[in-house]
């Protein structure tokens, strides 16, 4: 009987094959949008890849105060959010993760539940909340509601790193004196900061780029950019495609920025825990 050698290279180029297949299907509309806001508004429907480029977009989208201002409500936002979440969300990250009981199990189980509640099922509660405290059209109401989503996933991503950390460095140091908490902030944080960083990214990037809660709970003075990019309009109401396509370029551009850094720490907290 012949033995059949096997073909790795064939396999090789088979994975090859679909990766690339994949990524094209994923990056199409990306780079779609990319070219898109080079064109004017009567290019932009013609499917050509070739075209005479223009900065129109770009310049009038960079000189309009209008989207300045919203660009820095995300900011702001994005920014309050990161901070809120982890000031609140490492302490209860640590708790869950050093003083283990029946209870913190099932706390940890629900805690990342409330991060899967659809955003659509809250909304309506939460806006009748928001406008009774009249926090309607403000940068803190729409700062709440991400908190709402973030301070779940921060606490669940903390308490599976913090877990990973050898306890007796934290024993070390409450041997020299530390308390709980010195040794929480000295020890602890310290050794977690990638972890720490990676969520903080994940974060910004869900308020900068969400659209429903900015949407519903703000009218002029607190929207976001992903809500001025669905109400952008040209001369005569006409929708001026190449200037949302550059805002949605300038909008992608944290994401593309922060996710090579967060990539390896996104994956490992999420494995953290799985084999024991």
């Known amino acids: 009987m012949l033995n059949r050698k096997r073909n790795p290279y064939g396999k090789l180029l088979l994975i090859y094959v679909i990766v690339l297949a994949i ?3 994923y990056f199409f509309p990306v780079v ?4 898109s806001s080079f064109k004017t508004i009567p290019q932009v429907h013609d499917p050509h890849l070739i075209f005479g480029s223009s900065l129109r977009a770009y310049q009038s989208l960079l000189s309009s105060l209008q989207f300045t201002k919203y660009a820095l409500n995300s900011l ?10 982890l000031v609140l969300g490492i302490p209860a990250g640590y708790s869950l993760a050093r003083f283990r009981t029946r209870i913190s199990e099932t706390t940890t189980t629900w805690v990342i539940l409330t991060r899967m509640v659809p955003p659509f099922g809250i909304i309506i509660p939460f806006y009748i909340v928001i406008t009774q405290l009249k926090l309607f059209d403000t ?8 908190l709402t ?8 991503f903390l308490s599976t790193y913090f877990s990973e950390v050898p ?3 934290e024993e070390s140091a409450m041997i020299d004196g530390c308390g709980r908490i010195q040794a929480l902030l000295r020890i602890t944080v310290p050794v977690s900061l990638p972890a720490i960083m990676a969520v903080s990214i994940l974060c910004f990037l869900f ?4 659209f429903l809660f900015a949407f519903m ?7 976001t950019i992903p809500v001025i990019i669905a109400t952008i309009t040209g001369v005569a109401f006409q929708i001026d495609y190449p200037a949302m396509c550059a805002a949605s370029t300038f909008c992608m551009l944290p994401a593309f920025v922060f996710i090579s850094y967060v990539q390896k720490y996104v994956v490992r907290g999420l494995t953290m825990g799985a084999v024991k």
């Open 23 to 25: 990524s094209v299907y």
């Open 32 to 35: 779609w949008i990319f070219l």
């Open 76 to 85: 702001v936002i994005g920014i309050s959010t990161v901070l809120g979440s």
């Open 139 to 146: 940068l803190l109401g729409v700062i709440i509601m991400h």
């Open 149 to 156: 989503f973030n301070l779940p996933f921060v606490v669940w």
């Open 167 to 169: 306890v007796e460095l």
């Open 207 to 210: 308020s900068w780029n969400e």
């Open 217 to 223: 709970l703000t009218s002029k003075d607190a929207r």
